[in-house]
């Protein structure tokens, strides 16, 4: 019970702050914040007490502040947290046991690591109350309706929302830890329906039929095959006029699968850009206009290449973000290559925050496999997570030479030793555990280098070397009013 009166507290203060407030008011909220941080940074943290050492943290704007790039971050793991007992290794072998997926470290904090889709994956800490909270600021924000107490308290008695989350099985990716430590008061809130991601297309479109959802978070590859589904008639979401809106994680929406979706159900798109390091920086727009920021619960700046401020309306290079929740690991002005552009005006769905436009999208590779008689879609992060399961691997490359084998090539990191034998053995336990084992096979290389493709002069991450299937099931083509569209990638 105290929890959820905890819980109802924060989703009041962050609907006021977020609604109602003057600019004024979040203004300072996010100063008193910053200066809490960085105080608690310097006390705690022998990495930012040595870096801030020449800094007045007392009055510097965040400008003055140093910029934190991701190698530091993961170098430097041990020496930034705030907490003395949280050491690296701990955390490494916690994640390595299976049977301790969705358990917290020391009791307390919820880990887990990034895909390492920039190359080495971090390790993120935080503890418990920092998701409960961004989860508060997502009850709170994620749709108009006035959050009173009394609303609030009808609705954990009255009919519940209906939330359907597609997702890897249990994870220690971000999106897994985030939602595999959804706060108890928030299932009191919605009704959640977790998919799993591998399973079989058809049974989760038949439970998607039978749960009726008002709300889908998915990947964007994940929303755009379900939208495929509805426009062949496989998914019958819009005949029952329960769907409000569909939220997007993690990837790009591409034109083709918006298109797909606006077909099928004409709902908005939130799409929610966030990164674990980070992960209440924004919340989609339940309108489908962008991604609104969060100023009480971190800094977000965009920027050129030599990190001086971009004004709204045109987009950076890159963005630091500073998360305000998180103390046990301070993040503080971290560097992230997106390419980002604020809007210089409000949103026009009337919330006040601060809107994030355009993200435009990294690339987006695709691989589809064959399931009996159809095709399904095996996502990135499988052979992301693969990767990431081996400390040694630095870099990480796929090939798909044939329709249902992989050929993963993994690269060491300098000074260490890699064992193809090592990443094999983690390959057949995530394969084991997403129940595809004797579906698609994974062959794994280590190789000196993976080198940027010469023509492009980054990394390719996919090659593929039987594409997307022709004989895709595509759903018949027509014409389509467009509308406006926002947050598509570049
Ligand atoms: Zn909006």
Not at 9 to 35: F, W
Not at 436 to 442: A, P, Q
Request: aromatic fraction near 8%.
């Amino acid at each position: 019970m105290l929890d959820t009166v905890r819980f109802i507290y924060h989703i009041r203060r962050s609907d006021l702050l977020g609604r109602c407030a003057p600019e004024a008011k979040r203004t300072a909220v996010q100063e008193k914040r910053l200066r809490q941080l960085l105080r608690h940074a310097v006390k705690h943290s022998p990495f930012y007490r040595e870096r801030l050492a020449a800094v007045d943290i007392e009055t510097c704007p965040v400008s003055a502040l140093p910029v934190l790039t991701k190698r530091e971050f993961i170098a430097n793991f041990g020496r930034i947290v705030t907490d003395p007992r949280i050491k690296q290794d701990d955390v490494r072998s916690f994640m390595q046991s299976p049977t301790n997926l969705g358990k917290k470290f020391l009791g307390k904090y919820v880990v887990c690591h990034t895909s390492g889709s920039q190359g080495e994956s971090a390790l993120l800490v935080q503890p418990q109350s920092d998701v409960d909270k961004t989860f508060a600021m997502q009850a709170a924000r994620g749709h108009s309706m006035p959050k009173t107490w009394n609303t609030l308290w009808k609705k954990l008695f009255g009919e519940k929302l209906r939330w359907s989350v597609v997702l890897f099985r249990k994870s220690f990716f971000p999106s897994g830890a985030a939602f595999e430590n959804i706060p108890g008061p928030m299932r009191k809130l919605a009704n959640i329906q977790r998919l799993n991601i591998n399973d079989p297309i058809d049974e989760n479109l038949a439970k998607l039929n039978e749960f009726k959802p008002n709300i889908i978070t998915a990947y964007a590859h994940v929303l755009e095959n379900l939208a495929r589904a509805e426009l062949q008639g496989k998914l019958q979401l819009r005949q029952a006029g329960c769907l409000q809106h569909v939220t997007s994680i993690s990837e790009p929406i591409t034109d083709m699968a918006r298109d797909y979706m606006q077909r099928a159900w004409d709902v908005p798109i939130a799409n929610h850009y966030a990164m674990g390091e980070c992960m209440g920086l924004t919340l989609g727009c339940s309108k489908g206009h962008g991604a609104h920021l969060n100023p009480d619960l971190a800094i977000f700046e965009v920027v050129d290449r030599q990190y001086r401020p971009v004004p709204p309306g045109t987009p950076g290079d890159k963005v630091l973000v500073t998360n305000l929740l998180n103390f046990t690991q301070p993040l503080i002005r971290y560097e992230i290559d997106d390419v980002v552009t604020l809007s210089p005006t409000p949103c026009p769905c009337g919330n006040l925050l601060p809107l994030i436009s355009n993200v435009a999208g990294r690339s987006n590779d695709r691989l589809w496999y064959r399931r009996g008689k159809t095709y399904q879609e095996v996502a990135m992060y499988l052979f992301k997570k693969i990767a990431a399961g081996s400390p040694s691997v630095a870099e990480f490359q796929i090939h798909q030479p044939e329709r249902n084998r992989f050929i993963l090539k993994v690269e060491a990191r300098p000074g260490t030793y890699l064992q193809a034998s090592e990443v094999v053995k983690v390959a057949e336990r995530e394969l084991a555990y997403e129940q595809l084992t004797d579906i698609i096979r994974v062959d794994v290389e280590v190789v000196d280098e993976i080198g940027p493709d010469p023509r492009t002069g980054k990394l390719r991450r996919v090659i593929s070397e039987v594409g997307i299937p022709e004989d895709l099931d595509a759903p018949p083509t027509e014409k389509i009013e467009r509308r406006e569209r926002v947050l598509t990638p570049a």
